[in-house]
């Protein structure tokens, strides 16, 4: 492939777009987010966590105290985008399928970082 052709393809590439959690496998809570880029928020959680300045304090408390290693990234669900390029509003999807994630599994208090 040309550096050309390598250019045209990266502009074409749509980005992942879903829900996931960050699991702490030692104690079992989880943060459940939707983004209409999953990697890019994974990218930004684990940067946030590994400078020490993460917004959830209590993710972050316990990202110091049991490390790196006892927390995944996992993908609940993806939400696949038109192939046609018809209008979809990704954002209103995401936070339709986190407000089911977010009833169904009830993160909150000793289950998770949310609320």
Known sequence: MT?????????NLKPRIGVFQIRNTTNGKVLIEGSTNLDKIWNRHSTELRFG?????AL?????EFGEHSFV???LSEIAQPEDNSPFDAGREVKMLEKLFL?????????????
């Open 3 to 11: 550096r050309k052709e390598l250019i045209a393809e990266y502009k």
């Open 53 to 57: 300045n993460h917004r959830n304090k």
């Open 60 to 64: 972050q408390q316990d990202w110091n």
């Open 73 to 75: 990234f996992e993908i």
């Open 103 to 115: 009833e169904e599994r009830q993160p909150f208090g000793e289950k998770g970082y949310c609320g």
